[in-house]
C-alpha cells in the first residue's frame, strides 16, 4: 500500500469536491476529503468510497485557518502518507451585490477562504512533495473560475477577484517550484450545478443564465473532475502553470 498516491481534496465533501474525490478513489489513490462543516455529505461519501474498495479518510478543517491546515496535513502524513497530489478547491460565495454595498468583513471572508486558504495548502503540500525538501515531487490542481476572466460585475466582483489571485498564484507557483518536481495548474469551470449559487442567493442561476452558454447547458461537477483528474495524472506531464477552461464555450 506503500506506493499508493494520496490526494487531498480541499473541500471534497459536496459538488465539484465530492466529484472529484469520487475520481481519485475510482483511480486507486487513497484520498483524504476535507470539509468545513457538513459532516454528513464527507461521511456519506467516505462509506459510498469504501465501500466500493477505496481507501479515504475525511478531516475537518477550515482551509481559512493555518492552525487547521497543518493539522489537516499532519492528519494526511500519519493516517495515509506522503501527499502526491492537492486539489484546492474549497470555496464561498456570498450573496449577489453590486461592490458599493460591500463591506469589508465580507471582502475579507471571501479573501481568505478563497486565496488565504490555497496559499496555506500549497505551502503545506510543498514542503512534502518538493525534491528541495527531500520529496517525491507531486501535483497542485487549483480550482479557480471563468468568473476570474469575466469578473463577476453585479453579481460578486470579490469572489471573481478571489478567482483571479488564484490563476496568479497557479502562474508564479508553477514556476517557483517546476525544477523541484511538481506541477501546478488550474482548472477554470463556467455554470456548474452545485449548492454554490443557493449560497449566492441564487439557486436557479444556471436556468436564467443557461442560453448565454454556447453548449447551452450549465456543467455537471463531474464533467470538471475529470478534467481536475486529468491535470493531476500523468497524461497531462507535459503541462504547468496552465488553465483548463471548462465553461461549455462562455
Ligand atoms: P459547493 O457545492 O458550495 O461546495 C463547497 C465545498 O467547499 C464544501 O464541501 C465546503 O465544505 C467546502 N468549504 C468551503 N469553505 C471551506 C473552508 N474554509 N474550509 C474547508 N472547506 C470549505 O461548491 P462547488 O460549486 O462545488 O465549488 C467548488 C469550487 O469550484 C470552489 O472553489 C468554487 O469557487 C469553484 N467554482 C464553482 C463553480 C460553480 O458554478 N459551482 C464555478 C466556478 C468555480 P462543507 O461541505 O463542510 O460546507
Known sequence: MNHQKV????????????????IFAHHGHAVCI??????????DLAQEITTQGGRCITVQADVSLEDDVLRLFE?????????SVLVN???????QM?????????????LTNNVTSYFLCCREAIKRMSTRHG????VIVNVSSGAARSGAPHEYVDYAASKGAIDTLTKGLSLEVAAEGIRVNCVRPGFIYTDMHADGGEPERIERLKSVIPLQRG???EEVAEAIYWLASEKSSFSTGNYLDLTGGL
Not at 98 to 110: K, S
Open 98 to 110: 453590486r461592490l458599493e454595498d460591500m463591506n469589508a468583513d465580507r471582502i475579507n471572508t471571501i
Open 135 to 138: 520529496g517525491q515531487g507531486g
Open 75 to 83: 492528519t494526511v502524513d500519519q493516517q495515509l502518507g506522503a501527499v
Open 219 to 221: 456543467g455537471l461537477p
Open 7 to 22: 490526494a487531498i481534496i480541499t473541500g471534497g465533501g459536496r459538488g465539484i469536491g465530492a466529484a472529484t474525490a469520487k
Open 89 to 95: 478547491n474549497a470555496g464561498i460565495l456570498k450573496p
Open 34 to 43: 476535507n470539509y468545513k462543516s457538513n459532516f454528513a455529505s464527507a461521511n
